[in-house]
C-alpha cells in the first residue's frame, strides 16, 4: 500500500459546487444517480489538469459531461480513481453506479443493518458510494432524492430539510432532502427503515423553534429519554459557553446495531452505534448513561467544530477530533463532577494513549503520513489533542480562550481549515505567542518530566528542579523541549496549603501555581517556608507528562488524604498502590501488604463525610493494563497474581467495614443519574466485589440477593459480575444463564452479558471464548459482539490472554485474519495488544511477535491490518 504524506498536500484542482444525488433502493442492490456541477479551482496552479474522482468496489453504469456520454476511451479507471482528461473549466458530470450495501460488511458507505439501509462516509467512505473528489477540502451543497419501497422502508433520511416527498408506482415512495450547507462528502447520510420516530423540540437562543427527532426500530423506542435530554442539554450549553447556536431547522439521530465506531456526526443527522444511544434503567448501566451523555454531546458539538469549520486533509482530524473531545469533557464536568470526570480522562490517557505514544503506532496529533486513515482515529488524535487543546485554555484563561474560540469559528466559518489555524486564532485573539507550543501538534511521544527537590532551612528556600525529555518514537529523535502548563501547590505539615512566593516578601501569593516549562531544565524557588514542604505535582493533570519524583509512601498517604486537589488526592492514592502492589510482582511467596495502604483504605470506606463520589474512584486499585504500562519487561499474570493478592488482602483486612459500607449505601426511591447516586452504587459495587474474592458468605448472599432484586442494571450488572468474578462456581452458571433468559432479545444487554464472561479470569478460558464464538446471539458481522467477546478477552482478560503457553496470542491472531476479509478496519483494532509485544518479558514477546507474523503472512491482507502490523514488525 501507498502511503500518503501530509508534505505532499495540494489544493483540489477542482470544486464540486453542488451534487444532486438519487439512490434507488433495492433489495438485490442500489442504483445512484450523481449530477455534479464541476469548476476549475482559481486557487489551484494545476492548470487544465484531468478531473480525478475517487471509487472504491463500484459499478460503474455510466458517465456523462454536460449531458453528452462518455463512452470507454474518453475516460480511465485505475480501479480506485477515475480520470477524465481534457475537461472544461465548468461542467455537469453526471454519473450513475450501482452499488450492493446488502453485501456490504465493511460498514462504509452505504450498508444494511438489521434491515435498514444507512451510511458511514467519514473518513473515505463517500468513495463506495459514487465516484467523487473525496477529501474533506471539497465542500457542495447537496440535494438528495430516495426512493424505495413504502412497505419495507416507510422512512427516509438524509442531510438538511424534507422538501419534496410523494408515492411512486410499485409501492414505492421517495423524500427529497436539501442541505443548505455546503460540506465535504464525508458528512453525508442516508437512512432508509422501518423505524419510529421521538419527537421533541428546542428553542435556541435567537428564539427559533428546533425539530428533535430520534428515529429507532420499534422495540427501542422506551429507550431514547436520556439521549434526547442530552441532546437538549448539548444545545444549551453550547450557546452559553460557547456561544454557538444550531443552524437547521431539524437535527435527527438514528440508532443502527451495526458500526464500526461509536457515532457520526454527519449534518443534521447523526448516527448512532445503538450501544452508545439507547438506555434505560433496566437496560443500561450508570457508566453507559453517562457514556451515551458524552457521545451524543460530542456529536452534537461537532455542528460547529467539525461540519461549520472542518478538516483540510485528515492530518487535521485533531481540528476537530481533539477541540470537540474537550468540549464534550468540559460538558460532563459541569454536568457531573468535575474531578470525576478528569480522573476518567486521565486513566484512559495514561492507560492506553501512553501506551500507544510509546508503541509502533506512535505518530503526532497532526500526524505527517499514513496508509489507511481508519487507522488514525487514535486515542493520540482524540484524547492527546483534546488534552493539548485543554493546556491552550489553561495558558490563556477561559476568558481568552473563548475569544479565540469565537475568532476560530467567525473566521473559518464554512472553510476547511488546519490545527494551524486553530492555534493562530488563539494567538491572535489572546496576543500570546504560542509558537513553541505548536510542536505539541508535531512531536509525538509523551513527555517524562523529572522532578527533584532540595530545601534550604536557614534560607527558608524550597528549589524545585524539572527537566524533560521526550522520548525517540519511530521516525523521530532529539526532540525540542515543548512548552508546558505545570500546576502545583506546596503543603505544610498539617496539611495546609502554602503560598507560593516567587520572591522573597512576596505578599498576596497564590496556593497554586501554573508554571510555563519551557527549557529543558527549570528550578523554581519558593521563599518563606518555616519547614520542608510536601510538593503537590500536576494539578489536575495540567499537561499529558509523565512526572517523576521520589515520593515517600509516608508522603503519598499525607497527600492522599491532605491535597487539597481532588484529582492529586486520588493520583497519591494510585502511586502508593501501584508501589504496593509492583512490590509483590515476582514475589509469590509476599504476604503481607504495607499497613498504610489498609490505613487508607480503612479510612477511605468508613469516613462518609468524604466526597463519596470521589472515594469510589479511590478506591479502584490501579487496573492491570495501566501497571503493564508501568513496566519494563512485563509479565501480566505476574502483574495480575500481585494485584490480586493486595485485593484480597485489602478485602480480608476491611471485610467489616465493607460489609457496613455495602449496607450504608442501599437506595432507596427512584434510581437517579446524578454524581451522588453513581458514587452510592459504584461503592456498593467495589464492596461486594472484594467481598467475594474472599468467598465471604454474607456477600455471596448479598450478591445473589442484589441480582434477583435490583431495578437497575449498574446493580444487577454489578451482582453478576462479582457472581461470575469468584470461586462460587454454581452460582456463576445460574446467574449467567438468569441474566441471559431474561435479556436474551434486547442485543445491547447480550453485549454486556458476552463482555463480562469474556474479561473474566473465571469464566472467559480460552474454551470459554470458544464457545462464546459458537453462541447463537454472536454474530460476526456486528462489530459490537466482536468486541465484547474477542476485544474484552485480548484487553481486559490480561492473565489468560498472556497465557504463557501464547495460545491467548494464537487465538487472537486467527480471528484477526478470520475478520480481515470481511471488515478491515475492525480487524485492525483488534490487533493492536498484539502490537505491544516489545513491551512483554522475551517469552511473551516472541509469541506475541509470532502472531502478529501469521497475520502479516495472511494472503490478501487489507491496507488496514498491513499497516499496523508491518509498523508494529518494524
Ligand atoms: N467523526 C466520527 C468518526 C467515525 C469514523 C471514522 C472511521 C470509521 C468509522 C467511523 N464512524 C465514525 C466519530 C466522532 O469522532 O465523532
Ligand atoms: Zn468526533
Known sequence: ?????????????????????????????????????????????????????????????SLALDGKTLDEGAFEDLGDRLVIPGVPETFELTVVTWIEPQNNTRLEGLYKSSGMFCTQCEAEGFRCITYFPDRPDVMSRFRTRIEAEKSAYPVLLSNGNDVDRGDLADGRHFVTWEDPFPKPCYLFALVAGDLVEKRDSFTTCSGREIDLRMYVEPRNAEKCDHAMDSLKR?????????????????????????????????????????????????????????????????????????????????????????????????????????????????????????????????????????????????????????????????????DMFRKGSDLYFERHDGQAVTTDDFVRAMEDASGRDLSQFRLWYEQAGTPVLDVSDEFDASAGIYRLTIRQSIPDTPG?????????????????????????????????????????????????????????????????????????????????????????????????????????????????????????????????????????ALVAKMLQLPSEAYLIELSEAADAPAIHAARERVLKRLATALRDELVACYNRNHQSGPYRVTPEQIAGRSLRNTALSWLLLINDDEGRELASQQFRAADNMTDRMGALRALVNSDYEADRERVLSEFYERFRHDPQVVEQWFSVQAASGQAGRLPQIRALLEHEAFDWKNPNKVRSVIGAFAGQNLAEFHKPDGSGYEFLAEQVCRLDDSNPQIAARLVTPLTRWRKFAPSYGEQMKAGLEKVRDKAGLSRDVYEVVHKSLA
Open 1 to 61: 500500500p501507498k502511503t500518503i504524506y501530509l508534505s505532499e498536500y495540494r489544493v483540489p484542482a477542482y470544486l464540486v459546487d453542488s451534487v444532486d444525488l438519487t439512490f434507488e433502493l433495492f433489495e438485490e442492490g442500489a442504483r445512484v444517480h450523481s449530477v455534479l456541477s464541476v469548476r476549475r479551482n482559481p486557487d489551484s496552479d494545476a492548470g487544465p489538469a484531468p478531473l480525478e474522482l475517487d471509487g472504491d468496489s463500484l459499478k460503474l453504469e
Open 234 to 398: 448539548s444545545m444549551r450549553w453550547d450557546e452559553d459557553v460557547y456561544g454557538r447556536e444550531y443552524d437547521l431547522d431539524i437535527f435527527m439521530i438514528v440508532a443502527v446495531d451495526d458500526f464500526n465506531m461509536g457515532a457520526m456526526e454527519n449534518k443534521g443527522l447523526n448516527i448512532f452505534n445503538s450501544s452508545c444511544v439507547l438506555a434505560s434503567q433496566e437496560t443500561a448501566t450508570d457508566m453507559a448513561f453517562q457514556r451515551i451523555e458524552a457521545i451524543v454531546a460530542h456529536e452534537y458539538f461537532h455542528n460547529w467544530s467539525g461540519n461549520r469549520v472542518t478538516c483540510r486533509d485528515w492530518f487535521q482530524l485533531s481540528l476537530k477530533e481533539g477541540f470537540t473531545v474537550f468540549r464534550d469533557a468540559s460538558f460532563s464536568a459541569d454536568t457531573g463532577s468535575p474531578t470525576v470526570k478528569r480522573i476518567e480522562d486521565v486513566t484512559l490517557l495514561r492507560t492506553a494513549q501512553f501506551a500507544e505514544d510509546a508503541g509502533p503506532m506512535s505518530h503526532p496529533v497532526r500526524p505527517s503520513s499514513y496508509m489507511e486513515i481508519s487507522n488514525f482515529y487514535t486515542l493520540t488524535i482524540y484524547e492527546k489533542g483534546a488534552e493539548v487543546v485543554r493546556m491552550i485554555h489553561s495558558l490563556l484563561g477561559p
Open 476 to 612: 523521530q529523535s532529539n526532540k525540542q523541549p515543548q512548552h508546558i502548563p505545570f500546576a502545583m501547590g506546596l503543603l505544610g505539615a498539617q496539611g495546609q496549603a502554602l503560598p507560593l512566593r516567587l520572591r522573597s516578601g512576596d505578599t498576596d501569593a497564590p496556593l497554586e501555581r501554573v508554571l510555563e516549562l519551557t527549557d529543558a531544565e527549570h528550578t523554581f524557588e519558593f521563599h518563606g517556608l518555616d519547614e520542608r514542604p510536601v510538593p503537590s505535582l500536576l494539578r489536575h493533570f495540567s499537561a499529558p507528562v509523565r512526572v517523576s519524583y521520589p515520593w515517600t509512601r509516608e508522603q503519598l498517604q499525607f497527600l492522599m488524604s491532605h491535597d487539597p486537589d481532588g484529582f492529586n488526592r486520588w493520583d497519591a492514592g494510585q502511586r502508593l498502590a501501584v508501589d504496593v502492589i509492583q512490590g509483590l510482582v515476582g514475589n509469590p511467596d509476599e504476604d503481607a501488604i504495607d499497613s498504610r495502604l489498609v490505613d487508607a483504605y480503612r479510612q477511605l470506606i468508613s469516613d462518609s463525610s468524604l466526597d463519596q
